[in-house]
């Protein structure tokens, strides 16, 4: 059973669509890549998920029933983009309390806490004043104040903004920790190379709507243009009648593009026959982040098209 499940979900302003029909689910313990460019409709869906918006159409389960805000926020974390922190209370008091807040005792509260401080490498922070904090001291404290009460779903805007390099590392390690206890993630960012490293499944939207929905293997191989690197003994001056054409060529390493109607074999085959060793041979799968940009461009470049129609 899907632990979230959104059901062509819609949500209009005055001048826009903001969310427009989007669908998608979410399995316990699975890390989700929610992506699109800067107003594409992310924030809203999300303010959507945790109850703060309610949408105009469409459906929200959660653990397989209708999505009751009152109820279920309870069992939800949620960090944004932005720092919702009180700048003149005391770090320790500030996690204390918001700890509270999502349910817990006093006593459970103060034990979450220390348990989460001296995981992060946080325990001098306590008398610190959050307008004292580094961005990134600000995101380690964002973080642990929403995976401390053992939400079900966590939903992490940006999480790694303003993080070293080793800060990032750490946080990512507990992210893959949580899901392997139960939790399901949602992730937004707009770092491509970190949603391949880390997420297991997700949805592309742009300008309310959704334009890719797959795993991060699946997505790649769907985009991949039969491209592939081979690192040869040595390349001949004259390739005459390949099943192929040269995409690149530096050293001994070839860059080609596979014509239609042959494949791989068709490479190797090409050049044993001319007594040619190949050393390796390797299939380049597209980035998402190359992914990304095609598709949001197109989509983009479609609706300046109708816009232009309309007008």
């Known amino acids: 059973m899907a632990l979230l499940e959104v059901q062509h979900l819609k949500k209009y302003y005055t001048t826009q669509k903001a969310v427009d029909d989007i669908s998608f689910s979410l399995q316990p313990g699975s890390i989700f890549g929610l992506l699109g460019p800067n107003g594409a409709g992310k924030t809203t869906l999300l303010r959507m998920i945790t109850g703060i918006f309610y949408c105009d159409e469409g459906k929200i389960f959660f653990e397989g029933?209708?999505?009751?805000?009152?109820?279920?926020?309870?069992?939800?974390?949620?960090?944004?983009?932005?720092?919702?922190?009180?700048?003149?209370?005391?770090?320790?008091?500030?996690?204390?309390y918001l700890a509270q807040l999502k349910g817990l005792s006093r006593a459970e509260a103060m034990e979450k806490v220390k348990y989460w401080f001296t995981r992060l490498d946080m325990q001098t922070w306590w008398n610190k004043k959050v307008e004292d904090l580094s961005k990134g001291m600000g995101q380690k404290l964002q973080f642990v104040t929403t995976v401390l009460h053992e939400p079900k779903l966590i939903i992490l805007d940006e999480p790694f903004s303003g993080l070293d390099p080793i800060n990032?590392?750490?946080?990512?390690?507990?992210?893959?920790?949580?899901?392997?206890?139960?939790?399901?993630?949602?992730?937004?960012?707009?770092?491509?190379?970190?949603?391949?490293?880390?997420?297991?499944?997700?949805?592309?939207?742009?300008?309310?709507?959704?334009?890719?929905?797959?795993?991060?293997?699946e997505v790649k191989q769907q985009f991949k243009e039969n491209a592939f690197q081979l690192q040869l003994t040595n390349i001949p001056e004259t390739i005459t009648d390949a099943p192929f054409s040269i995409v690149n060529k530096k050293n001994n390493q070839l860059i080609v593009k596979i014509n239609e109607g042959h494949s791989g074999n068709d490479v190797l085959q090409y050049f044993i026959q001319q007594g040619i060793q190949v050393e390796a041979f390797n299939e380049m799968l597209p980035s998402l982040n190359q992914v990304f940009i095609k598709l949001v461009e197109g989509t983009q470049a479609t609706s300046r098209s109708f816009q232009n129609i309309e007008s």
């Open 65 to 96: 029933k209708p999505f009751d805000p009152q109820k279920d926020i309870i069992k939800i974390g949620y960090m944004p983009e932005e720092r919702g922190l009180y700048k003149k209370m005391k770090i320790g008091d500030q996690a204390l």
């Open 168 to 217: 990032a590392n750490l946080i990512k390690d507990q992210i893959f920790d949580l899901a392997q206890k139960g939790s399901t993630i949602i992730f937004s960012t707009h770092r491509m190379e970190q949603v391949e490293e880390i997420c297991d499944q997700i949805v592309l939207i742009n300008l309310g709507k959704k334009i890719l929905d797959g795993t991060v293997s």
